[in-house]
């Protein structure tokens, strides 16, 4: 499936997301980006949606522009993220400080050794903690690209990347229940 083809599986209702959904995957749409970071984050987050549809267009769309490491490492980003995301907002959320003050003793150690360049695993686990709605790794993630050099208008344009890849997940699925 392409990204043409998931269009046409967002009803009229959405409209806006097909828009979007074309605009932010290329450079002009998604500022300070390079072209592999952009499909990095697009399928780590298209992965965080668990939605099919949206995994095989981006997936397709990907094939020509990212190596296998750094698809490799948005399905990482993706899974070890799903942990994080989980454990680290309950910390973050918890009336009990003392949980903060624990250790976390999860294994998680392709954030240190990803396989790409680290910035962009940071992105990817960044785009993918925006949609799993974890603050405190949200926070982390956006420290560590800026003490990289990213700028904040390229952590805005991983973001939006996030925002519209859900989108378009949700948007099958009203489309889906509609039909």
Do not use: W
């Not at 009803?11 to 995957?25: K, P, T």
């Not at 987050?45 to 095989?56: G, L």
Request: hydrophobic fraction near 50%; charged fraction near 20%; glycine fraction near 6%.
């Amino acid at each position: 499936m392409s990204i043409d083809l998931l269009k046409t599986k967002i009803g009229d209702a959405a409209r806006d997301i097909r828009l979007n959904i074309s605009s932010v995957l290329t450079p002009e749409g998604a500022p300070e980006l390079t072209q592999n970071q952009i499909f990095g984050i697009a399928l780590a987050s298209a992965y965080a949606t668990k939605s099919p549809e949206v995994i095989a267009a981006i997936r397709s769309e990907a094939a020509a522009i990212l190596s296998e490491a750094e698809v490799t490492a948005a399905k990482s980003a993706a899974a070890v993220m799903a942990m994080n995301n989980i454990y680290y907002r309950f910390v973050h959320l918890a009336s009990d400080k003392e949980f903060a003050r624990m250790p976390a003793k999860l294994r998680m150690n392709v954030i240190g050794s990803p396989g790409i360049e680290k910035v962009d695993f940071e992105l990817y686990s960044l785009a993918v903690s925006a949609i799993n709605g974890c603050g405190m790794c949200m926070d982390a993630h956006v420290h560590e690209v800026v003490k990289a050099g990213m700028s904040k208008l390229g952590v805005q344009s991983a973001i939006r990347i996030a925002a519209v890849v859900n989108a378009a997940a949700q948007a099958v699925v009203i489309t889906e229940a509609e039909a």
